[in-house]
């Protein structure tokens, strides 16, 4: 189950409890409350599955960035020495090779630039999300043990 419906199922039990008078406090079923908690318990570790599979993306986008530039530049560099051969047109292979290098360098940056700012985004996203989530089962365990005494 999403661990976000089990926060909205332990909110509701919550708020559904029987109101104690004059307390602001009110009467849940303990039982279904650490239910709950037990199954965000074991949804938790899905989350950090989902996190650890963001990171190895990010670093299969970032060896296939690595990669691609790679390939880039050694098709330059090729095609470099192939018209530097060609003596009728050496100082146009020279500029055109150049030009590919440094467009496969600047894709390259590009694609790096990418890759980082992706990820940076998905991770921000998780880390919200834990922080999200440690911050309620937190809450509700005080509330818990508020109920308890």
Request: proline share 2%; glycine share 2%.
């Amino acid at each position: 189950m999403d661990i976000h419906l089990l926060i909205d199922a332990l909110e509701e039990l919550l708020e559904s409890g029987s109101p104690v008078p004059l307390s602001g406090k009110r009467l849940v079923s303990v039982g279904e409350a650490v239910e709950i908690i037990r199954q965000m318990r074991l949804n938790i570790p899905e989350d950090i599955k989902e996190a650890e599979k963001i990171l190895a993306d990010r670093d299969d986008i970032l060896s296939k960035a690595e990669a691609e530039s790679q390939r880039m530049i050694k098709s330059a560099e090729d095609a470099y020495t192939e018209m530097v051969d060609n003596h009728e047109i050496i100082s146009a292979a020279y500029k055109q090779a150049n030009e590919i290098i440094a467009n496969a360098q600047l894709n390259a940056q590009d694609m790096k630039a990418g890759a980082y700012e992706y990820t940076e985004k998905l991770l921000d996203r998780i880390e919200q999300v834990v922080y999200d989530t440690a911050k309620t089962v937190n809450a509700n365990r005080r509330e818990i043990e508020s109920l308890r005494e």
